[in-house]
Nanobody, 125 residues
Framework: QVQLVEAGGGLVQAGGSLRLSCVAS????????VGWYRQAPGTGRDVAQR????????????NYAKSVKGRFTISRDDAKNMFYLQMNSLKPEDTGLYYC??????????????WGQGTQVTVSS
């Protein structure tokens, strides 16, 4: 009963910026932890190959991958059931398929954990 949808990917030149968004719909009472993962080109589409880029807890604690720290910013807007990834100073090695991920409190005693469909980010040199 929950769906996550990413948006904001695209093609950008090195040094540019993109802002990714993820919106949840369905039986969503609130978010618990939310995050962004990416899968590099040529590594398939298995969940096990997805690299954590950034996540943020309900209480606002944030973790970033070392490779993006200082360049990317994760944020959440719980009133809108949305969260974001602002990506600045993009590098070619940031290229990949980016997925949003969330643990959702459904408000009925149940929780949901899952992924969006992915959005492609391509950074050219």
């Amino acid at each position: 009963q929950v769906q996550l949808v990413e948006a904001g990917g695209g093609l950008v030149q090195a040094g540019g910026s993109l802002r990714l968004s993820c919106v949840a719909s369905g039986t969503v009472f609130s978010f618990n932890e939310v995050g962004w993962y990416r899968q590099a080109p040529g590594t398939g589409r298995d969940v096990a190959q997805r690299e954590l880029v950034a996540d943020i807890t309900r209480g606002g604690n944030i973790n970033y991958a070392k490779s993006v720290k200082g360049r990317f910013t994760i944020s959440r807007d719980d009133a809108k059931n949305m969260f974001y990834l602002q990506m600045n100073s993009l590098k070619p090695e940031d290229t990949g398929l980016y997925y949003c991920n969330a643990e959702v409190d459904m408000g009925n005693g149940g929780t949901w954990y899952g992924w969006g469909q992915g959005t492609q980010v391509t950074v050219s040199s």
